[in-house]
């Protein structure tokens, strides 16, 4: 009986370890980037928010959703006070869950009262001020033309289209449906050119912690696809659904 009781004591510590683990709470943080992810009368919610809240909820894990700019979010992430990054790409030191279900679809924006509504190529704004966010990676066609600008630093998107508006930068570049929606929400006089000049997958990114969790969230949200929670929930944000040019990519 004593030798019964004894082994039953090791079961609960072998045990209590991986109970731990499933009830962890897991912190993921993001930036502001309707209609995608933003705080609504304190709550967290948009399309990526709630498509990951119910993917968590599949797989069984309590999360939460706190909102700060994306250098602080990032930082936070790699240092362990946060556990992951709701949306972003080229975080080559971080884990991506490998299903995307946005897109970070980047066009130039300009004052309404910029001549043209097309965009046509970057040789148009050869020596023009250019808004960019310091730590936003925009990729090679950009980057690599940073001394063709008067580079003006910015803390984050917001504040390049507010700068925008009062014609203190001539150009930046955004998030197309972000950008429309502050655009809308704030009556901002900028207008974006399109087409767009980019299009770049958007992951859920965790720290090596936590990276154990991605077949699980995975599976949770092919399953959500497959279902077409994903597409009801852009039905609901955006009137939409997905955007068909996204597909065909």
């Known amino acids: 009986m004593k030798n019964i009781a004894t ?3 090791l079961i609960v510590i072998c045990l209590a370890p991986g109970l731990g683990r499933a009830e962890e709470h897991i912190r993921l943080c ?3 980037w309707a209609p995608f992810a933003e705080t609504r009368e304190g709550v967290a919610r948009g399309i990526q928010v709630d498509i990951m809240q119910q993917a968590f909820d599949r797989a069984g894990l309590p999360v939460s959703f ?3 700019p994306y250098v602080r979010c990032r930082q936070d992430v790699k240092q362990g006070r946060y556990d992951g990054i709701l949306a972003s790409s080229y975080e080559y030191d971080l884990f991506p869950v490998g299903l995307s279900v946005l897109r970070w679809e980047m066009a130039v924006f300009v004052h309404e009262d910029y001549p043209a509504s097309i ?7 050869l020596g023009l001020q250019v808004g960019i966010v310091d730590g936003y990676d925009y990729g090679d066609d950009i980057m690599g ?3 063709e600008w008067d580079v003006q630093d910015a803390p984050d998107a917001l504040f390049n289209l507010r700068k925008l508006a009062k ?3 001539d150009f930046t570049f955004a998030d197309i449906l972000w950008g429309n929606s502050v ?3 704030e009556n901002l006089p900028v207008k974006a ?3 767009t000049i980019s299009s770049v997958p958007q992951y859920t990114y965790f720290n090596d912690d936590h990276a154990v969790l991605i077949p699980r969230i995975e599976a949770a949200m092919q399953e959500m696809k497959e279902d077409g929670t994903i597409e009801t929930i852009y039905l609901r944000e955006t009137g939409l659904g997905i955007p068909s040019r996204w597909l065909a990519q």
């Open 30 to 32: 993001f930036e502001e």
């Open 183 to 185: 655009k809308r929400r």
């Open 66 to 68: 706190e909102e700060m």
């Open 193 to 195: 050119l399109f087409p």
């Open 145 to 147: 033309r940073r001394n």
């Open 7 to 9: 082994c039953l004591v």
């Open 167 to 169: 014609k203190r930068i």
């Open 119 to 125: 965009f046509a190529s970057l040789d148009d704004f």
